[in-house]
């Protein structure tokens, strides 16, 4: 069967009768938007100013149970809060500029704490180019901020644009005829010429929609850990500094741990198959994080939860009069997520308003992005590979150490493996990039000299490379 | 409560005039004059506040700064480069759009002005 008649099934109670309303966007159109986290904000701004500019005059209404303006969970759609580098950007240059109460923080630099040592990756610009954000109001019993959510900020941009937010938690959505339908918990019913599913993949929808037909596969997920610690603006700006954390520890299942600074709070984000309690006690329980933090101590969890990340894409991702977009379709393997999010809101709200909203629209124009998302995904599943081979090396630590502390202090060296580093834990350049970049003779001749010197003995090198000239990292 | 970008002190040149470029800026918050120096003397082309950007010529051609901008009080300023540029405009050309209206914006302002320079020299 073919992809673009997988969903047409999708729920389907009533017999299939002749098409009739056109699959283009008309005057009056009516689409609703299931979830309004970054994807579904961002697709209702996009779609909204896209029409206007065609002259369209089309109704948008965003389901949304939450508010994102409570502590604690409820309020939040769980994350690291990283808006990366490549993101900022993109939205600045679309005129989307994060104000000052969104940003906790503006991170200027990465530390990389490993068993061998640690070294710190400054932004190569010297400036603050990745913002730190709440997605919801701070972490549960935390004082009232007087900033704003990420997620709430977003959710006002469309508002202003003209989207309406429908207070709703979304139960059901099938095709009747040649409209689609949204059942939502109180028994809310409405009919729409398109639905944008933007649920993300932490909801029970994505599970019910995958029960009604056996062609469509939700994404697949794993669960991660994140929880806040509260250390006061004072001592993070003394121990944290503007600067991100990241771990590369010799701990099994675990892919990336990170350190975020973030006002009063510490966030800490555990990414890898299946975080489980043992994966957990040895990463507290590693002198690497334990020395992170004043006087050696794990302070107390003042908010925790377990969210599950998108590990694959949802198939298909389109149907009908019904796209999938952020979390809930394609989405970046472990690294700006709400990046992709931002990419696939703006390509299916193109898709709609320039072409159409037929499964065959979606497969011509939105499909490709999605497409590209997942083969990068798989470059990175093998850039992954290798950081697992380097957290089971000390030998091949020590050479990263060495070449990444060697560039950082001399700044008219080409930064070839801070510059791998920087790309890969900020999610800035696609996974494709960051491997094509290691293939390269200079760095993998840099990485080769610098393997042989790092694990030679102290003494045994000439100065210009020598240890002594290392300042910028601390050797364990 | 936090800021992105580069901070930039009032005075402070951000691009000079004559420079080669490499990338844009958007103006998180502060002001900013964009100035022409010709034989010595300068002339303020306009001023710019939050949101709007400046050097966006440096994205499409090789060619020197056209102006010089500095920050008119402490100001925030955030780098765009080239090759992210670039990069988005592959993937998406409508992220484009907004700089090439504004670019449009400034065509008609010079526009308006040359015409009006071409009536007053006229007159004199
Ligand atoms: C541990 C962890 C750390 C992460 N860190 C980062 C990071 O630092 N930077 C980054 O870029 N990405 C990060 N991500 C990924 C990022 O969180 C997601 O990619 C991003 O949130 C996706 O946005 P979305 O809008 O698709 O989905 P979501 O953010 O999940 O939003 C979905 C929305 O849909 C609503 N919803 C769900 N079901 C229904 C329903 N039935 N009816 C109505 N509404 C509904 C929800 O309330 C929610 O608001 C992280 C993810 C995890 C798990």
Request: glycine residues 8%; neutral net charge.
């Amino acid at each position: 069967m073919k992809m673009a008649e997988k969903l047409q099934q999708l729920g389907e109670r009533v017999p299939k009768r002749q098409q009739s309303l056109p699959k283009t966007l008309q005057d009056g159109s009516r689409i609703a938007v299931i979830g309004a986290g970054p994807a579904g904000s961002m697709f209702s701004y996009f779609v909204i100013n896209m029409a206007e500019a065609m002259g369209l005059d089309v109704a948008v209404e965003m389901f949304e149970p939450r508010h994102f303006c409570h502590r604690g969970p409820a309020g939040c759609n769980h994350c690291g809060g990283i808006v990366s580098e490549s993101l900022v950007q993109r939205l600045a240059t679309e005129g989307i500029m994060l104000p000052d109460d969104v940003v906790q923080r503006g991170i200027e630099s990465y530390t990389l704490h490993m068993d061998v040592g640690d070294v710190e990756i400054a932004t190569p610009l010297m400036e603050k180019r990745i913002a730190a954000v709440y997605r919801g109001n701070g972490p549960r019993n935390s004082e009232p901020l007087d900033t704003c959510s990420f997620d709430r900020y977003l959710l006002e941009l469309a508002q202003q644009k003209g989207a309406t937010v429908v207070h709703r938690l979304v139960t059901d959505v099938h095709r009747e005829d040649d409209h689609m339908c949204v059942h939502c918990a109180d028994q809310y019913s409405q009919n729409y010429d398109l639905v944008v599913l933007a649920t993300g993949v932490n909801s029970r929808l994505m599970e019910t929609l995958e029960s009604q037909t056996q062609e469509f596969q939700r994404p697949g997920r794993t669960k991660t850990f994140i929880c806040e610690f509260l250390l006061g603006r004072k001592v993070i700006r003394e121990t944290f500094g503007p600067s991100m954390h990241v771990f590369l520890l010799d701990i099994p299942r675990l892919e990336f741990a990170a350190l975020i600074p973030k006002g009063d709070y510490v966030t800490l984000c555990l990414l890898g198959d299946d975080i489980n309690d043992e994966l957990m006690e040895r990463f507290f329980n590693s002198p690497e994080v334990r020395n992170c933090f004043p006087g050696g101590t794990i302070p107390a969890q003042a908010c925790h939860c377990y969210p599950r990340i998108n590990i694959k894409a949802a198939r298909p991702a389109y149907g009908d009069r019904l796209v999938f977009i952020g979390d809930s379709g394609a989405t970046r393997l472990f690294k700006d997520g709400i990046g992709a999010a931002y990419r696939t809101a703006k390509a299916a709200a193109k898709t709609v308003v320039f072409h159409g909203v037929s499964a065959e629209n979606f497969k011509a124009h939105y499909a490709p992005l999605c497409r590209a998302i997942n083969n990068d995904n798989q470059m990175g599943k093998v850039v992954f590979g290798f950081g697992s081979l380097v957290q089971k090396s000390r030998f091949a630590r020590r050479g990263i150490l060495r070449m990444t502390a060697n560039e950082q202090n001399q700044s008219d060296r080409p930064k070839r493996m801070s510059g791998v580093l920087w790309d890969l834990f900020s999610g800035s350049a696609p996974y494709t990039d960051v491997f094509l970049r290691t293939l390269h003779p200079a760095y993998l001749g840099s990485l080769f000299w610098n393997l042989l010197a790092g694990n030679l003995p102290a003494g045994m090198i000439r100065n210009g490379h020598g240890r002594s000239e290392e300042r910028n990292h601390v050797e364990h | 409560m936090a800021n992105l970008g580069k901070q930039y002190q009032n005075g402070e040149v951000i691009v000079r005039q004559g420079d080669a470029g490499k990338c844009m800026f958007v103006i998180q918050n502060g002001e900013v004059e964009a100035v022409a120096e010709r034989n010595g003397r300068e002339f303020r082309l306009r001023k710019m506040g939050p949101n709007d950007f400046f050097g966006e010529m440096a994205l499409f051609e090789h060619e020197t700064r056209t102006a010089t901008v500095r920050a008119l009080c402490p100001t925030h300023v955030l780098t765009i480069d080239k090759k992210n540029f670039l990069g988005g405009i592959h993937e998406d050309p409508s992220l484009a759009f907004r700089i090439v209206q504004t670019m449009s914006h400034r065509i008609r302002d010079l526009t308006d002005r040359l015409a009006k320079y071409e009536e007053d020299s006229q007159q004199n």
